[in-house]
């Protein structure tokens, strides 16, 4: 058995587990973790600009490679930078392994320079977390967090080292397996239960499947993509859930919710049966709960006992993972399920579709965000590249009109709705993936971490940021115009920005100013074919609104149209 001390024990445990890189910003109680990072050799270290960037650098990295994404920082404000992006990452359910330094065991408790209580500071936003007290728990508690992050619903989970531990000597012996009395995720769902829903399904008139981000987190695309194929059930996705199908399915209704599509939201509200799918029922999604799917008897598949019932309560539960249970269901489904059961629940929202189809006006005079992002996939292969957003309108836009075709080509902050998170995913997607990486920013987000250009130029990672810039606080913005009167408090941005373009060539990249759809073809393609990393600052219609639009608290019927 051999001996090592805290720090050494930490680099064999990221090696046993396939760690490929890390993202990290060293301070005092984590010295002695970084100085083994610099002798070892399995694993990339990555230098963020800041503690936040480097969560969310790990979040997208996770995001696109569907492995466990790992960050280390120090004790005190080190730590305290990452709440943001790892409760960015709890809400989307990613799997993160977070290590913070922390001050001394002797120490804890006495106010000690950068002691910060990062236990009960992280407690609401983790899956699980850790202090270590004894070299002698290390291993185990290396081993068990990576098991718990990855398994069952995914989450983020928080280890947290007092210096002393990371220098301590002890025997290190790494488990091959960890087995938790109190955590027993269930993957196989009741056979009893399956079965009756399939039979509801077979009865029912007007089924809908509803796809969340747990579809991709348990791998079930494919098996989703036969279920719609086979059955001609139609299909609806949250944020979180582009690409499970592709785009131009016409069984695809595309996103549902606040800014769904008309047919979506009206098919959603006229069910007779939802079939929920490792989704969680968000209030974006629902609308007001008194008017939600009023006719619709709810099925809800999720490997989180938690979820079910938790806003919306279902008819028939079942807890288990997407996958498994499909995997029991679809043999069933093909005896019993006929395609043409449907064809008049089709043709209905068909009629939706052509009465209020999702558009925008295209205009020569200024250019239009949405039009930006469809010819963005035209000129880059969709199928291949991976999508970054920020937050705001720019990703709603990119969530109407940016044809997915493949699960793990969209990221986004969805349940926390975190400003500033693109720019440094897509440094952790670019990590992931030898892909186009294009990151949809607003001109406000973008600043919040713009940093990471300098991350992005040190490691050659050619990230193309595409700024909607229309000097707004777009998303805020549309809702002072809409609901306040519009007043503009402290939203409007023109005349107090800086220049993208030297900005960018100040860190080492390309940079473009565009105000026409030449200017914006040639700076993107020229962009595609350079190794070092660009922003393309677009110049975009300043009130152009996100629609539809579901106002807070409303029917999810009810909408705003134009």
């Not at 190794?531 to 029917?555: H, L």
Request: charged share 25%; with cysteine; proline share 4%.
């Amino acid at each position: 058995m051999a001996k090592l001390n805290g720090s050494q024990m930490i680099m064999q445990a990221l090696k046993a587990e396939g760690v490929e890189v890390v993202f990290g910003y060293p301070g005092g109680a984590a010295l002695n973790i970084f100085d083994e990072t610099y002798k070892q050799k399995d694993f990339k270290v990555v230098l963020t600009r800041h503690e936040q960037a480097c969560a969310h650098a790990a979040d997208g990295y996770a995001r696109a490679s569907g492995k466990v994404g790992v960050c280390i920082v120090t004790s005190g404000p080190g730590f305290t930078n990452t709440i943001t992006g790892i409760a960015t990452a709890y809400m989307d359910s990613i799997p993160l392994v977070i290590i913070s330094g922390q001050v001394a065991n002797s120490l804890i408790g006495t106010d000690a320079f950068q002691e910060i209580d990062a236990i009960g500071i992280s407690r609401p936003c983790v899956k699980h977390n850790f202090l270590v007290k004894t070299i002698e728990e290390l291993p185990r508690v290396l081993k068990e967090a990576f098991y718990i992050a990855r398994s069952g619903r995914p989450g983020p989970v928080h280890i947290d080292i007092p210096k002393d531990i990371s220098a301590a000597i002890g025997d290190f012996e790494y488990p091959d397996e960890i087995s938790i009395k109190t955590y027993k995720p269930t993957y196989k769902g009741n056979a009893k239960q399956i079965k009756k829903i399939v039979e509801l399904i077979s009865e029912s008139k007007k089924p809908l499947l509803y796809l969340g981000g747990g579809v991709i987190s348990s791998g079930a695309s494919d098996l989703v993509r036969e279920l719609v194929e086979f059955s001609g059930i139609p299909a609806l996705e949250t944020l979180m859930a582009l690409g499970v199908l592709r785009s131009d399915d016409e069984l695809n209704l595309a996103m549902v919710g606040m800014h769904g599509k008309y047919a979506t939201n009206m098919a959603m509200s006229e069910s007779d049966l939802i079939i929920a799918l490792g989704a969680r029922f968000d209030d974006r999604v629902t609308g007001k709960l008194s008017e939600f799917a009023k006719s619709a008897k709810i099925v809800h598949v999720d490997i989180d006992p938690s979820s079910i019932s938790k806003i919306v309560t279902a008819d028939y539960p079942v807890v288990g993972d997407v996958k498994t249970v499909l995997e029991d269901m679809m043999p069933r489904i093909k005896e019993l399920v006929k395609k043409e059961n449907y064809k008049e629940w089709r043709e209905s929202i068909k009629r939706y579709n052509s009465i209020h189809p999702l558009k925008f006006e295209d205009s020569d005079d200024v250019l239009k965000p949405q039009w930006v992002i469809k010819e963005s996939a035209k000129i880059v292969n969709s199928d291949d590249a991976i999508i970054v957003t920020d937050v705001g309108q720019h990703q709603m836009w990119v969530a109407q009109f940016y044809p997915f075709n493949k699960p793990r080509t969209l990221l986004t902050s969805g349940g926390l709705g975190t400003m500033g998170y693109g720019l440094p995913a897509a440094l952790g997607a670019g990590f992931a993936s030898s892909s186009h990486v294009i990151n949809f920013n607003g001109d406000g987000g973008f600043l919040m971490n713009v940093q990471e250009l300098q991350t992005l130029a040190e490691n050659d990672i050619p990230v193309i940021t595409i700024i909607l810039n229309n000097r707004f606080l777009g998303m805020v913005r549309q809702w002072q115009t809409l609901f306040y009167d519009e007043r503009y408090s402290s939203t409007d941005l023109d005349n107090k920005q800086p220049d993208f373009v030297k900005l960018a060539e100040a860190f080492g990249g390309f940079g473009y100013r565009v105000n026409t759809k030449d200017e914006f073809r040639n700076a993107l393609k020229f962009a595609l074919s350079q190794k070092k990393f660009s922003i393309i600052d677009v110049r975009v219609d300043r009130f152009e609104n996100v629609v539809p639009m579901v106002p807070a608290g409303g029917a999810l019927y009810n909408m705003i149209l134009k």
